[in-house]
């Protein structure tokens, strides 16, 4: 299955140097498939999904520059993966990586996350 979302928000802060105006697109793909054949489950479920997010800030940071806004272009990538370990249990694994680039540099960033956990449908 594919997916697809597009997003707009507005963000109103009391310091209006952290307001901002924000434009998300992702696309995403979902699949369940069969275990491998030396694991002994059911069907594993796999999604992996790309984001960019386009963000305006309404207000100069005079910490940062007194005299230009700043503005920051996000990619986002997450790959999880659900296990079925009996019935309601899952296992689940994320890793997922986002990569900022801002107008400042001290905005700019890459961050990796992992995670491992357990599931419980209701």
């Known amino acids: 299955m594919l997916t697809t979302k597009a997003g707009y ?24 498939h069969p275990s491998p054949d030396n694991i002994d489950t059911g069907p594993w ?6 984001t960019v997010i386009y963000s305006s800030y309404h207000a100069p940071d005079e910490a940062v520059d007194s005299f230009q806004k700043r503005r920051d272009n996000e990619l986002r990538g997450t ?17 997922a990586r986002s990569v900022v ?18 599931s419980k449908r209701f």
């Not at 507005?10 to 369940?32: C, M, P, Q």
């Not at 801002?102 to 357990?118: H, P, R």
């Open 101 to 118: 680039d801002s107008k400042f540099l001290n905005y700019t960033y890459t961050n990796w996350a992992i995670s491992i956990g357990a």
């Open 79 to 95: 790959l999880l993966t659900s296990v079925p370990l009996r019935k309601g249990w899952s296992a689940t694994s994320t890793v």
């Open 9 to 32: 928000s507005n963000l109103d802060a009391a310091a209006s140097l952290n307001g901002n105006t924000e434009f998300t697109f992702a696309v995403g793909a979902i699949l369940t």
């Open 45 to 50: 479920t796999t999604s992996l999904t790309g």
